[in-house]
């Protein structure tokens, strides 16, 4: 078992520019979630799928962010464009049983916009 | 949206000593779920409790759920190093149909060998 596998650890870009990020979930894991950690706000819960179909976006702070899963075994995070206050730590999570966890984590992305 | 407050938000002990905090809701949740942030990884589940009053132990980690299940505690006993880190608490929050986890703040542990 791999894990969750994100890429890249860590991404420094200068504000406006497009940033994506990428996730694999565990193999035969059906829900994926994006989750981003601030110091002010602590793990917020931006996105989640199931079976690779969007079910609760509300989390997206903005019009900037979006997300798809094309495949089980895959999901991007996009922010376009980037601002100094997206700067951040994403993660990815999956799971086989919802929301109510047990979530199995990556390693996260640390965002830091310029 | 349902919130968690934990505390402390940090404790300094040294190796040795016992550690206690605690998660509470300002709603009723049915799930308590503790899990531990090693820096620069992701979190990763410690324990989970599904059933008021439930004592569920791991090791040196024990945690509970509260019989009025608004609260639930996290004690580790003989800390050692490697038990730095930050301690989140979660529990599932259901709005507009939709089920998710929430996170408390966490309790950044330090210990000092």
């Known amino acids: 078992d791999a894990g969750v596998i994100q890429s890249p650890r860590h991404e420094v870009t200068e504000m406006g520019q497009e940033v994506t990020l990428r996730c694999k979930p565990i193999?035969?894991?059906?829900?994926l979630f994006w989750y981003r950690q601030t110091m002010m706000r602590g793990l917020e819960l931006l996105i989640y799928f199931n079976n690779n179909v969007p079910i609760d976006d509300s989390g997206m702070p903005e019009d900037r962010f979006s997300a798809k899963m094309p495949n089980a075994s895959f999901s991007t995070l996009k922010i376009q464009p980037s601002e100094p206050r997206d700067s951040a730590v994403y993660f990815c999570?999956?799971?086989?049983?919802?929301?109510?966890?047990?979530?199995?984590f990556g390693n996260g992305t640390r965002l830091t916009v310029t | 949206g349902q919130q968690l407050n934990q505390s402390p938000q940090s404790m300094f002990i040294q190796e040795g000593e016992d550690v206690s905090m605690n998660c509470t809701s300002s709603?009723?949740?049915?799930?308590w779920l503790w899990y531990k942030q090693e820096p620069g990884e992701g979190p990763v589940l410690l324990i989970a409790l599904y059933k008021a009053g439930e004592l569920t132990s791991n090791g040196r980690l024990t945690a509970q759920f509260g019989i009025t299940r608004k609260d639930s505690f996290l004690n580790i006993s003989a800390s050692i190093p490697s038990d730095v880190g930050i301690y989140f608490c979660?529990?599932?929050?259901?709005?507009?149909?939709?089920?998710?986890?929430?996170f408390g703040k966490g309790t950044k542990l330090t210990v000092n060998p």
């Open positions: 999570a999956s799971s086989f049983s919802g929301g109510l966890g047990p979530l199995h």
């Open positions: 979660a529990g599932p929050e259901t709005q507009g149909g939709s089920e998710k986890l929430v």
């Open positions: 193999s035969g894991h059906d829900y």
């Open positions: 709603s009723i949740f049915n799930t």
